[in-house]
């Protein structure tokens, strides 16, 4: 049987290409926590948990995530058997309420090791990969018209991404509406443009906001108003055509089954992060589709290794009806795989190797480390 043998945690720190701005920060640098599972045959597995803009975001901060790895769930899972990822994921469930992050990434580098040690990818250890490539959205999210409407361009030339979500809800609605409706007049028929406010509104805020994108030919909007207030996105799912879509109101299955009994939503975001995993995210997508809704890949800007694990999820989908955003190893200035995901002809491609796919740089990883790096280890006995 092969056990658990040593869990290690360590904190990335990431330089962006630049600003990117949210309605409740402006994110410079992305911090990772990187997990790695070693086994006692020798194999190992590794995982992220990434969240954004610390904990102006979500409940969960970069160091809180590490404090409960380390602290509680790593306890629990030393001389545990390696293989068998549901009973490892029920057991944690049970002793560490919420931390969704954190479980996300002990779960992933599981999944990992348990795809290397059968030499399957793990798409196949969820029935398998049905597309080898999924289409990829870029974010404006400069604050800036003229400089947004210069890298959407850039981007198209460059059959990079044709898929544009803006990052709005930090000036006024009419001001927003102005700088979604300049961008998609310069971009046409050749780019989707969707907005995302998270969060940032009042109802009465986004019927004038929902109400002027969608005249601006704006396809979606995200997350318009408190993920709390399901009432008001089911009046603006109903009262207007442009698609509403919940982002930071999925937390698990539990919150999908909501969603959908409420009908607060046309489309779900979905988070492998934010859903506690990636059995809990595969959970949220089959609520989704049996609801009859859009599905859309969504991301915390997670490096090319969260992004890999999430990709060998989502080719698992037939379906994507909006997509994915699974870009965030883009907005790195560096990244830290050995060999780096590969984005080309408005898609990334899902890495084809055992486990999730991919290797990590050890320069790249030392480069950016926080600090020395976490380990616990299991006592022979």
Known sequence: MTKIDQIETMILDIPTIRGHVLSMATMRT???VLVRIRCSDGSEGIGEGTTIGGLSYGAESPEGIQSAIDTYITPLLLGREADNVNGAIQLIDKLVKGNRIAKTAVEIALWDGLGKRLGVPVSQLFGGAVNQKLPVAWTL????SDTDIAEAQEMIETRRHNIFKLKI???SVREDVAHVARIKQVVGDAASVRVDVNTAWSLQEA???LKGLQDAGCELVEQPVAARYRRAMAELTK???IAVMADEALNGPEDALAAVRENCADVFAVKVAQSGGLKRASEVIAIGQAAGLGLYGGTMLETGLGTAAALQLFATIETLHW????????L???GILAEPLIYRDFCVEVPSGPGIGVTLDPDKIAAFRRGAQRSMKAIAG
């Open 207 to 209: 019927r004038w906001g």
């Open 239 to 241: 009262g207007y055509e």
């Open 30 to 32: 992305q911090t990772a």
């Open 169 to 171: 809800g930090k000036r």
């Open 141 to 144: 999210a400069s604050g800036n």
């Open 323 to 330: 997509g994915t955003e699974f870009f965030g190893p883009l």
């Open 332 to 334: 790195l200035t560096d």
